[in-house]
């Protein structure tokens, strides 16, 4: 890829992820630093990437731990938040 | 598949993490938003399987295990773990995201041929493999310090400091190496263990109150290290999801860092300006003034105005349902009741209008620390439920304390404070109480949910 588009989306990518995330109350911190946690577990798709391509021993081993580690981070946390979140189930029309 | 319906799922994705952010902010969309995440990441699971290639595919079967047992070990410990200790499961949520990320660019470096790494992509891969090692053994003593398997004090040594900076030194000059020469083994390897055993000297001096802003920061640093694994990998989904993780989670902590008072800096580096601290003074026998269940009760009983302070050890208890049922009461009997809550009460912001949201305790009664202050000297009890440093004055009257600086809820304001207390133990951040001493206070000893049941039931009978 060219480095300057890589540098454009990645600018690009910082004022957005600055823009949703600056007007959270506190109330709302937990779950959502959560929430950012299971998606970063998106490595999967890369660590999946990177499996479909190893031939030899250590990479094979090495990027199966990959997929391990980054399905429990991914799934692992998306449930975790929903977790925390159907505690504030019903309270949506009171506020 | 065809590679622009493959490129337009990936924006798709990207737009639905946005999107999952976005909704994540506000209370009303926040499990929304998590689902349209959820919905993302699995098409994005899916649809890598069917990549325009035109290689061969490996390891199908593998693949396809490997995950099944993430699945296995990831769901039941979400489902399962306690509300108390949900921010320990995030951390090494955390931890292992940034471990896998470390090994994904070591891998995509392994397939490499020497000669056609670029120079960007070498840095990519060392920033990779540097801090998503940090943030995995970082994350784990964040666990280790939340689950209080190890001090949750600031472990400092004699020389930390140089013993810190000397890690740092050699993990940045293995960078710099690697980024001039291609070395498949012993450098990278180098590499690894330094940034391991800097991410455990990172967070060993951070003291146990500060504790969820890292996990915060690490968070943020994990985003950071997928998107440069998007860059190695070519990955234009991974870029932009990790950097939205990186950017929002950098806002993110310094939101949590200004609940606290902290600087982020002051956090940050409090490796390298802690100084090991001489064992404070044998903890004098001073006199406390214990009260009985009946004895709170009648306080409760006669007040106009009662404001609950809960706190970390309401959620050990798990007290919430019986905290809400003697609110209830006293509002029964015309008592004007409050939740006066800390943003950083508990182990996590917002910890506590989590966990009190579990037994229905209407929003409105939840009051923030800005606007329960004013109203404290118009309060005639304060119920301090398993809660210590939030209501701590030391944070004002003692400079040099770990909290000093950090707002606390104005409770010596109030007419009487009642704490429920397990025992004298300090809080979290391990410093001493004058509030216990005080000639207004009372002290109900006990676990919060036994001695609220025994209130509860004294003020039935008045």
Not at chain 1, 56 to 63: F, G, K, P
Not at chain 1, 70 to 81: L, Y
Not at chain 2, 193 to 205: C, E, H, N, R, Y
Not at chain 2, 373 to 394: K, M, R, S, W, Y
């Amino acid at each position: 890829m060219d480095p300057i588009v890589v540098l454009t989306i990645f600018t690009l990518s910082i004022f957005v992820g600055f823009e949703v995330v600056s007007k959270v109350s506190t109330t709302l911190h937990t779950p959502l630093m959560s929430g950012a946690n299971a998606i970063h577990g998106i490595i999967l798709f890369g660590a999946i990437m990177v499996a479909d391509k190893s031939t030899t021993t250590l990479a094979t081993s090495l990027s199966v731990a990959a997929i391990v580690l980054a399905t429990i981070n991914m799934v692992g946390g998306f449930v975790v938040t929903d977790r925390m979140l159907e505690m504030f189930k019903g309270k949506g029309g009171k506020k | 598949m065809n590679s622009t319906l493959y490129s337009l799922l990936g924006l798709a994705v990207a737009v639905s993490f946005i999107m999952a952010l976005k909704g994540l902010s506000a209370p009303k969309t926040a499990r929304r938003g998590n689902l349209i995440g959820a919905v993302g990441a699995t098409v994005a699971t899916v649809m890598v399987f069917f990549a325009p290639s035109k290689e061969a595919h490996h390891n199908t079967a593998l693949i396809i295990g490997a995950i099944a047992f993430g699945v296995i070990v990831g769901v039941p410990a979400a489902r399962k773990v306690q509300m108390t200790q949900m921010p320990q499961l995030v951390a090494l949520f955390n931890g292992v995201g940034g471990g896998a990320a470390a090994l994904v660019s070591i891998v995509e470096y392994l397939h490499a041929e020497g000669s056609s790494v670029g120079v960007a992509a070498k840095i990519a891969t060392v920033f990779t493999v540097v801090v998503g090692s940090i943030s995995f053994s970082g994350s784990v003593i964040t666990f280790l310090k939340l689950q209080e398997i190890m001090t949750t004090r600031p472990v400092v040594f004699p020389g930390g400091r140089f013993v810190i900076a000397a890690t740092l030194a050699g993990t940045l000059g293995t960078a710099v190496y690697l980024v001039g020469h291609y070395e498949k083994t012993t450098a990278l390897l180098v590499l690894g263990f330094l940034s391991l055993a800097f991410g455990i000297l990172f967070v060993l001096p951070v003291g146990g109150a500060d504790v969820p802003i890292v996990i915060s920061l690490l968070n943020a640093f994990t985003g950071l290290t997928v998107a440069a694994g998007g860059y190695v990998l070519d990955s234009t989904l991974l870029i932009v999801a990790g950097t939205l993780v990186g950017a929002s989670g950098t806002i993110l902590t310094r939101l949590m860092a200004a609940a606290m008072g902290r600087s982020l800096f002051g956090t940050l580096f409090g490796a390298f300006t802690a100084k090991p601290q001489a064992a404070t003074g044998a903890a004098e026998a001073r006199p406390v003034k214990s009260a009985s269940p009946d004895d709170v009760a009648i306080l409760l009983n006669y007040a106009q105005r009662v404001v609950i302070v809960p706190g970390f050890g309401l959620a050990v208890a798990q007290a919430q349902h019986t905290v809400r049922e003697l609110a209830d009461l006293l509002a029964a009997k015309g008592v004007d009741v409050a939740y006066g809550i800390h943003p950083v009460a508990g182990r996590m912001p917002g910890h506590m209008n989590v966990l009190l949201a579990e037994a229905n305790v209407p929003y409105e009664q939840l009051v923030e620390m800005d606007e329960v202050n004013p109203t404290f000297p118009q309060t005639d009890v304060v119920l301090v439920v398993g809660a210590n440093d939030v209501v701590n004055p030391a944070a004002k009257t003692t400079p040099g304390c770990p909290i000093y600086g950090m707002p606390i809820l104005d409770v010596a304001q109030a007419g009487n404070v009642i704490f429920l207390k397990r025992s004298m133990r300090p809080g979290f951040a391990g410093i001493e109480n004058e509030l216990l001493y005080d000639a207004k206070t009372s002290l109900l000893f006990g676990d919060a949910k036994e001695s609220l049941t025994k209130v509860v039931n004294a003020l039935k009978n008045l």
